[in-house]
């Protein structure tokens, strides 16, 4: 969250983008503080990941860790151009980056459809280069997925959400869909982002039901090959 900020409305090329730095200059907890499993992993065989960005990253990552089926979430930077950025530097949107929720969970039990539609539900998919009082490309919408059954549920869902959105008499969804491995690093971000709030239960949250359904019925579960994220664990191991 950054009240009142100048941050950029457009996107930086890499040209323009901040420098960064080669090592991270801040630690990330090892354990995540809800659900008690590891932030960057290993994490359980078959664990796949989708990286979701829909505003500021407090908010978005709550409610995606009470899920059933979620191994582990994390906040971090994702989608620009800047080294191991900090919290300051992507407000500015000089690093290109967007705040992003890391969501690890197991396909057997959470279906990639669900986790979009919870994505598409809880944010304004519609508004560009903000989300409601956070303006600036660090808190644009955007789904980066991992496995082809993410990809399927990212195109499905958004087409049924804007036939929703439409006939809701509502906006053109502005949402980056693409894969992961165009959006380069997650970058994790500092210790006290992580689970905020959890930490600060009272703390800024602007996500929330708005209002509008996505009328998609889940699809059986398919069985799936994991592929592994750009960075934040590699889907595998147990902890």
Known sequence: MLFGSRAKTTL?????????REHRIFAVPSTHEVLGS???????????????????FWGAERIFWKLP????????????????PTYEETCTGRTGHAETVL??????????????KTFWENHDPTQGMRQGNDIGTAYRSAIWWTTPAQEAAARTTYAAFQQALTQAGRGTI???LAPASTAGTFWYAEDYHQQYLHKN???????GPNGITCPVGLAELPAQT??????????????
């Open 201 to 207: 239960p009272g703390g800024y949250c602007n996500h």
């Open 174 to 176: 502005t949402s980056t």
């Open 12 to 20: 930086p090329t890499a040209a323009e983008a901040l420098p960064g």
């Open 226 to 239: 994991s592929i592994a994220p750009p960075r934040g664990g590699s889907a595998g191991g147990s902890w």
């Open 103 to 116: 969501v690890a969970y197991d396909p057997a039990r959470l279906h990639p459809e669900l986790i979009a």
């Open 38 to 56: 590891p932030l960057e992993g290993p994490w359980p065989e078959g664990t796949e990941v989708i990286y979701l960005a829909m505003g500021c």
């Open 69 to 84: 089926g979620v191994v582990s979430t994390a906040v971090g930077y994702l989608g620009g151009f800047t080294p191991n």
